[in-house]
């Protein structure tokens, strides 16, 4: 249960940033009709980036158990 909890926090941390990149980039200014669909792409691409890194561990851990 522990790790079930620890992996929906992490997507919801990763949707979170991945909207953090958007609002960002249009708080910046940089943000236009002609790039949203290639900022969308890379917002999200930051968001998977960032629950992968987080959910590798745990994760290998958990499915691996391994023993020392």
């Known amino acids: 249960p522990t790790t079930l909890i620890y ?4 997507i919801l941390l990763a949707l979170h940033c991945s909207h953090g990149v958007q609002s960002a980039l249009q ?3 940089l943000r236009s009709e002609k790039c949203a669909a290639c900022q ?9 980036l960032i629950l992968l890194g987080n ?3 745990p994760l290998s ?3 691996c158990n391994c023993q020392a």
Do not use: D, E, K, P
């Not at 992996?7 to 992490?10: L, S």
């Not at 969308?40 to 998977?48: D, E, K, Y």
């Open 61 to 63: 851990i958990h499915f």
């Open 55 to 57: 959910l590798a561990v």
């Open 40 to 48: 969308r792409l890379a917002s999200r691409a930051i968001g998977v």
């Open 7 to 10: 992996v929906i926090a992490n």
């Open 27 to 29: 708080t910046f200014g």
